[in-house]
């Protein structure tokens, strides 16, 4: 049904009447922004990813085949542009030292959501998890977000990645143990 509701959406959008490309962006931009913050771990990265997915969208609604699902189409768009921008900060991420060569820790986290008991182990255990994903590559961080967290299916995965569903399994394989090592020392 939802399928149906998007194509039409995109055929009206197609006819002249773009306020149907903002019914897909409404229903979409959470699901979509929540996805890619797990990529690129800045809210305004994760917003400025959207933003050009969806501007990606639009300008090349015309060739979406609609042999796929509208969300995948656009989830692809999203996830090459995060892993682009992965890459991009990558390259440019640089060790801050102070004016007397110490490392810059980063601040403390005084925020409401530092309550005692459950909710600092909760805190740390997902500090810990985004840390270690933090490390991973692009790839194999885009996979594990998209299965583990997004609960996508392999074939989605294979769709929105534009790589086989074997490559899909070895990367998630790969980069499960890979983070589970990375939370081992971590924890150590």
């Not at 986290?109 to 692009?138: H, N, W, Y």
């Amino acid at each position: 049904m939802l399928a149906n509701d998007d194509r039409k959406l995109i055929s009206q959008c197609l006819g002249g009447r773009t306020a149907a490309f903002g019914e897909l962006v409404r229903r979409y931009q959470d699901r979509l922004f929540n996805t890619v913050l797990r990529l690129v771990d800045n809210p305004d990265d994760a917003q400025d990813v959207v933003q050009d997915a969806f501007l990606s969208a639009y300008l090349s609604l015309d060739t979406f085949k609609g042999d796929a699902q509208f969300f995948t189409w656009l989830y692809r768009i999203a996830m090459n542009a995060a892993i682009s921008q992965k890459r991009k900060r990558r390259v440019m991420v640089g060790i801050e030292t102070g004016a007397n060569g110490e490392m810059m820790h980063e601040p403390i986290d005084e925020s409401v959501f530092s309550q005692p008991g459950e909710a600092i182990e909760k805190q740390e255990d997902e500090r810990q998890l985004q840390e270690a994903l933090r490390k991973l590559s692009p790839d194999h961080r885009a996979v594990l977000v998209l299965k583990d967290i997004e609960g996508q299916k392999y074939e989605v995965i294979a769709e929105i990645m534009e790589i086989p569903i074997g490559t899909v399994r070895s990367r998630l394989h790969r980069a499960r143990l890979e983070l589970r090592d990375l939370i081992e020392k971590n924890g150590k």
